[in-house]
């Protein structure tokens, strides 16, 4: 079982900047993967940025550049520095774990959302 908990979520103005957090507890020592996704109203539920247990990233094209994934695994947590936030930046923010139960089975879990809303 694990537990993520969120933070760091607010209203900006466009160019700012946010840094959000995801510490996970619970059974962490099998933790592979962790990201964050956002959901705009009325949108699908999309992924922003993604890091393995290695290291290595990934992003959503529309935060390149902008937006930077890192995590803690002393901490069991995970970072997304957001800068220079633009209004299409306005979403709920989740983040999400990958568990390895096997060397063939996963599961995911998911923290409670945080709210980032950027205004112009």
């Known amino acids: 079982q694990v537990q993520l908990v969120e933070s760091g979520g607010g209203l900006v103005q466009a160019g700012g900047s946010l840094r959000l957090s995801c510490a996970a507890s619970g059974s962490t020592a099998n933790i592979n993967a962790m990201g964050w996704y956002r959901q705009a109203p009325g949108k699908q539920r999309e992924l922003v940025a993604a890091i393995s247990n290695g290291g290595l990233t990934n992003y959503a094209d529309s935060v390149k550049g902008r937006f930077t994934i890192s995590r803690d695994n002393a901490e069991n947590t995970v970072y997304l520095q957001m800068n220079g936030l633009e209004p299409v930046d306005t979403a709920v923010y989740y983040c999400?774990?990958?568990?390895?139960?096997?060397?063939?089975?996963?599961?995911?879990?998911w923290g409670q959302g945080t709210q980032v809303t950027v205004s112009s």
């Open positions: 999400n774990v990958e568990i390895r139960i096997t060397a063939g089975v996963r599961s995911s879990y």
